[in-house]
């Protein structure tokens, strides 16, 4: 008799496992996804911070020497493949007596060849990745 039960039991559990694999596969396979585009969103950040600080530098070609670190950065870790958008600009620091001006850098990555599984229905992801730093430039008023 404790066979026969054994058997009955025994094909519940094939049953239950063949449910519960595909959603832990998934479930996996999303954590994979959103781990591996925000690992790449905070290269992103890093780029777009180490650019900021090296474009508020009071030499006079700050923005050219941030851009080139920019794309040195991103080009290291392979985000340079689908042409990233790389914007460094002076702004005006609102209320500073001194005058100073500031720089905001921003980036865009495309996401297109970044996704491991590029599955949109199951795991949504952004069009692109996007950093923007803003910091006081050092120095004068230049």
Same mark, same amino acid.
């Given at each position: 008799?404790?066979?026969?039960?054994?058997?009955?039991?025994?094909?519940?559990?094939?049953?239950?496992?063949?449910?519960?694999?595909?959603?832990?596969?998934?479930?996996?396979?999303?954590?994979?996804?959103?781990?591996?585009?925000?690992?790449?969103?905070?290269?992103?950040?890093?780029?777009?911070?180490?650019?900021?600080?090296?474009?508020?530098?009071?030499?006079?070609?700050?923005?050219?020497?941030?851009? !080139?670190?920019? #794309?040195?950065? +991103?080009?290291?870790?392979?985000? *340079?493949?689908?042409?990233? =958008? &790389?914007?460094?600009? $002076?702004?005006?620091?609102?209320?500073?007596?001194?005058?100073?001006?500031?720089?905001?850098?921003?980036?865009?990555?495309?996401?297109?060849?970044? !996704?491991?599984? #590029?599955?949109? +229905?199951?795991?949504?992801?952004? *069009?692109?990745?996007?950093? =923007? &730093?803003?910091?006081? $430039?050092?120095?004068?008023?230049?």
């Amino acid at each position: 008799m404790n066979k026969i039960a054994d058997q009955k039991y025994r094909g519940t559990m094939v049953v239950e496992a063949a449910i519960i694999f595909p959603v832990l596969l998934m479930l996996t396979l999303g954590a994979i996804e959103y781990g591996w585009l925000f690992l790449h969103a905070q290269m992103v950040t890093n780029a777009a911070r180490q650019g900021a600080r090296i474009a508020t530098l009071p030499y006079g070609t700050a923005e050219a020497d941030a851009r !080139l670190t920019i #794309n040195s950065m +991103l080009a290291a870790v392979h985000l *340079d493949d689908d042409g990233p =958008t &790389v914007n460094v600009t $002076r702004v005006a620091i609102p209320g500073d007596p001194e005058g100073r001006m500031g720089v905001t850098v921003t980036i865009s990555v495309p996401t297109a060849n970044l !996704l491991i599984v #590029n599955a949109p +229905l199951l795991f949504p992801a952004p *069009d692109t990745l996007r950093a =923007t &730093v803003t910091m006081a $430039r050092e120095g004068g008023t230049t």
